[in-house]
Structures are given as structure tokens and as C-alpha cells.
Nanobody, 120 residues
Framework: QVQLVESGGGLVQAGGSLRLSCAASGLTFRLYTMAWFRQAPGKEREFVAHAGWGGNSRSYAESVKGRFTISRDNAKNTVYLQMASLKPEDTAVYYC?????????????WGQGTQVTVSS
């Protein structure tokens, strides 16, 4: 049974930092592309960042480029999202997702989400 468990969310002031973690189990982590998405109240879920299964590819939404950094530790089956210079518009539930390297498009597995609230 695949599980993705996010942690590290919380309340932070604008300009502050947070690091989210997503611990994966039940899958061969190194064979999965990992990503972070977020969903703000009343808005659709949006892509934030991805870290390719091979470890070489990264991509970010324009809105977070230069402020957020995604990384992965295959030995710990964990993907991280380091968030800096946080803005109130970053407030959302953040989800991690996993997609097997053999597929593209939709992600196969999702976590339950962790709330990030940025106060102005």
C-alpha cells in the first residue's frame, strides 16, 4: 500500500521560511517522479515543483521560482520543499504526489496535504 505523508506546514509571517517533507512508503521511491502541488481556498489545485525520478530534472511554477527549492533523498524515501520569502498568496494546502517513471501526465499517488498559512 502506497502512502505519502506530508509534514512541516504551519503558520508563518510573510518573508519567512518553511520546509515541507513528504515521506513515501510502499513504492520504489527512486523510480518515481515526485512533485508538490497546492490548492488555495476557492481555487483549483496547481503545480508547484517537480523532481524527476532520475534526480537530474527539476521544474518550478513561475510563481515560486527563485523562492522554493525541491529536493529528494532517495535513501530516506523523502522529498522536500524548501520555501523562502513566503507571501500571503502562498497560503494553501500543499500536497505531494508520485508518478512512476513509466507513465506521464496524471500522478499516481497523492498525500493528504499539509496546510501552509502565510500572514501579512
Amino acid at each position: 500500500q502506497v502512502q505519502l505523508v506530508e509534514s512541516g506546514g504551519g503558520l508563518v509571517q510573510a518573508g519567512g521560511s518553511l520546509r515541507l517533507s513528504c515521506a513515501a512508503s510502499g513504492l520504489t521511491f527512486r523510480l518515481y517522479t515526485m512533485a508538490w502541488f497546492r490548492q488555495a481556498p476557492g481555487k483549483e489545485r496547481e503545480f508547484v515543483a517537480h523532481a524527476g525520478w532520475g534526480g537530474n530534472s527539476r521544474s518550478y511554477a513561475e510563481s515560486v521560482k527563485g523562492r522554493f527549492t525541491i529536493s529528494r533523498d532517495n535513501a530516506k524515501n523523502t522529498v522536500y520543499l524548501q520555501m523562502a520569502s513566503l507571501k500571503p498568496e502562498d497560503t494553501a494546502v500543499y500536497y505531494c504526489a508520485a508518478r512512476r517513471f513509466t507513465t506521464s501526465g496524471e500522478y499516481d499517488y497523492w498525500g493528504q496535504g499539509t496546510q501552509v498559512t502565510v500572514s501579512s
